[in-house]
């Protein structure tokens, strides 16, 4: 299974950006596919989460600014970020978890400065 992250960049602050993450590879079905990001000097956390059913779960620094959407049928996994802050710079990094094993793509890399 590979995940293929693209859609990071250069935006000023209160700027948005669409992050895309394509899975393939053997796949049967995947259980829940989500974003994490991982700034300078800090530990990876976790951004957004969301199942095949389509229930959601966000880090409270992010709510209310970022949506994570998902095509079951495409495999992919979608993260609209808006009002982006200077905090929200990062290498963000998708994960699936399929048949209880987890795997991640190889980040992309989102920064927000004027």
């Known amino acids: 299974v590979q995940l293929q992250a693209s859609g990071g960049g250069l935006v000023q602050p209160g700027g948005s950006l669409k992050l895309s993450c394509v899975a393939s590879g053997s796949i049967f079905s995947i259980n829940v596919m989500g974003w994490y990001r991982q700034a300078p000097g800090k530990q990876r956390e976790l951004v957004a989460v969301?199942?095949?059913?389509?229930?959601?779960n966000y880090a409270d620094s992010v709510k209310g600014r970022f949506t994570i959407s998902r095509d079951n049928a495409k495999n992919t996994v979608y993260l609209q970020m808006n009002s982006l802050k200077p905090e929200d710079t990062a290498v963000y990094y998708c994960?699936?978890?399929?048949?209880?094993?987890?795997?991640w793509g190889k980040g992309t890399l989102v920064t927000v400065s004027s």
């Open positions: 969301i199942t095949s059913g389509g229930s959601t």
């Open positions: 994960n699936a978890e399929i048949l209880l094993m987890d795997y």
